[in-house]
């Protein structure tokens, strides 16, 4: 059974940090893009950040992020450990959500910000930023 699992969220004041994990097991994802999505409160669930799976055991990563959180964000992942991390700073109370964790099928290595292309999705972890 494939499972993802967030982890990490938690209240913050603007201008904090915070990191999310995610966990992935049942499968390897390593060669499987995956993402971070979040969904605000009465709000539409939208595309965070990406990072491109491996095509190969010598090729690295790629990443994508939505302009709204370019130079606070970092997306990484660790395919030894099957865990993917985003890492937030500068944190803005916008950024309050519900942060879910999401993989592409096995081979499916290419960046998306369509939640369309994502098969398996976590349940989320809660990110509250006061200002």
């Known amino acids: 059974q494939v499972q993802l699992v967030e982890s990490g969220g938690g209240s913050v004041q603007a201008g904090g940090s915070l990191r999310l994990s995610c966990v992935a097991s049942?499968?390897?994802?390593?060669?499987?893009?995956m993402s971070w999505f979040r969904q605000g409160l009465g709000k539409e669930r939208e595309f965070v950040a990406a990072?491109?799976?491996?095509?190969?055991?010598?090729?690295?990563?790629?990443?994508y992020y939505v302009d709204s959180v370019k130079g606070r964000f970092t997306i990484s992942r660790n395919n030894a450990k099957n865990t993917m991390s985003l890492q937030m700073n500068s944190l803005k109370p916008e950024d309050t959500a519900v942060y879910y964790c999401?993989?592409?099928?096995?081979?499916?290595?290419?960046?998306?910000?369509?939640?369309?292309?994502?098969?398996?999705w976590g349940q989320g972890t809660q990110v509250t930023v006061s200002s």
């Open positions: 999401a993989a592409r099928a096995s081979g499916s290595w290419a960046l998306t910000d369509s939640d369309h292309e994502y098969e398996y």
């Open positions: 049942g499968r390897t994802f390593s060669s499987a893009a």
């Open positions: 990072i491109s799976g491996s095509r190969s055991s010598w090729s690295g990563s790629s990443t």
